[in-house]
């Protein structure tokens, strides 16, 4: 595991394991959040996040947590492994109304400077309608990148169990 892609809902999780797995594999940590958002939630063009995305891809040790379905094969031809947190709708509202709390008027050290932790109507709607609307599509890419392994993780639980069984 060199080059790992962490895909799920918003407050699934994918940033602090992104964090837990640095550390444990002694890898780079990219957040897409940190390369798109700049202060006051203003993004950057998308010339410039594909520009740093690039940079990124082409180096050999990374893991990437976010989404961001637009640039998701130019990550699946480059990853080693996927870790899809397949978290229920109501795991990721919880784990974002605990954040929130948690970061309510703070930036998150996920996030860019200057974007304080937030959760309006929007943000809930996409977790509400994320795995109607996003897991089939999750499961093709899984399945697409044969040359990748594949972890499926469906609770925070599973989610601990992974990280203990991994070399310390």
Same mark, same amino acid.
């Given at each position: 595991?060199?080059?790992?892609?962490?895909?799920?809902?918003?407050?699934?999780?994918?940033?602090?394991?992104?964090?837990?797995?640095?550390?444990? !594999?002694? !890898? +780079?940590?990219?957040? !897409?959040?940190?390369?798109?958002?700049?202060?006051?939630? *203003?993004?950057?063009?998308?010339?410039?996040?594909?520009?740093?995305?690039?940079? $990124?891809? @082409?180096?050999?040790?990374?893991?990437?947590?976010?989404? &961001?379905?637009?640039?998701?094969?130019?990550? !699946?031809?480059?990853?080693?492994?996927?870790?899809?947190?397949?978290?229920?709708?109501?795991?990721?509202?919880?784990?974002?109304?605990?954040?929130?709390?948690? %970061?309510?008027?703070?930036? /998150? +050290?996920?996030?860019? +400077?200057?974007?304080?932790?937030?959760?309006?109507?929007?943000?809930?709607?996409?977790?509400?309608?994320? %795995?109607?609307?996003?897991?089939? *599509?999750? &499961?093709?890419?899984? @399945?697409?990148? /044969?040359?990748?392994?594949?972890? $499926?993780?469906?609770?925070?639980?599973?989610?601990?169990?992974?990280? *203990?069984?991994? +070399?310390?």
């Amino acid at each position: 595991m060199n080059r790992i892609l962490i895909i799920g809902c918003g407050g699934s999780g994918k940033s602090t394991l992104a964090r837990s797995l640095g550390k444990r !594999l002694q !890898l +780079p940590v990219v957040h !897409l959040d940190q390369l798109w958002w700049r202060r006051g939630w *203003q993004n950057v063009s998308i010339q410039e996040f594909d520009r740093q995305l690039g940079e $990124v891809l @082409a180096t050999d040790a990374w893991i990437i947590d976010g989404n &961001y379905s637009r640039t998701m094969e130019r990550r !699946l031809e480059r990853c080693d492994t996927i870790v899809y947190l397949d978290f229920s709708r109501w795991a990721c509202l919880w784990g974002v109304f605990q954040r929130v709390l948690s %970061n309510r008027g703070q930036t /998150r +050290p996920d996030m860019a +400077p200057g974007c304080p932790e937030r959760l309006d109507w929007a943000f809930f709607k996409w977790i509400w309608n994320f %795995n109607r609307e996003n897991r089939t *599509q999750n &499961y093709l890419w899984l @399945a697409k990148a /044969r040359h990748a392994r594949s972890i $499926v993780l469906r609770s925070r639980k599973e989610v601990q169990a992974f990280l *203990q069984q991994l +070399p310390v």
